[in-house]
């Protein structure tokens, strides 16, 4: 697994915890300042609205904004446009996004924007 380069914060405290002797190199949890909550509970939040920011939504739950944003990465969902959406698209979404690139394209086949260009050559 690759890891992300650690912050500055996260070396310091590694160097501390080395220098005391203590050189388990796993993140430590704090122990207990984060509520556990399931992905169904966040999933029944935003199905009830779907513009939630991660703030509203980590005071809903009583969690941290991290929390909220590891959750909805680990769940796949993004931020387009003010709304929550699954990041990958499902077949039908594809198929629509397919049919409309067809459908500009032939238009553009059919009367071009060159058409509209006057060259300044008329009398």
């Known amino acids: 697994m690759v890891r992300p380069a650690i912050s500055q914060r996260m070396c310091r405290e590694w160097f501390q915890r080395f220098k005391n002797g203590d050189f388990d190199v796993e993140d430590q949890h704090d122990g207990g300042n984060e509520k556990d909550f399931e992905n169904a509970e966040l ?3 935003l199905v009830q609205d779907l513009c ?3 703030q509203e939504l980590a005071g809903l739950l009583g969690v941290t904004q ?3 944003s590891k959750r909805l990465k680990v769940m796949g969902m993004i931020q387009k446009q003010g709304y929550w959406v699954p990041y990958e698209l ?3 979404d594809v198929e629509r996004c397919l049919f409309t690139c067809e459908q500009l394209l032939a238009r553009q086949k059919r009367k071009g924007f060159l058409h509209c260009i006057v060259t300044g050559d008329e009398k």
């Open 43 to 45: 999933e029944a939040l």
């Open 52 to 54: 939630q920011t991660q």
């Open 66 to 68: 991290q929390a909220i």
């Open 90 to 92: 499902n077949p039908r």
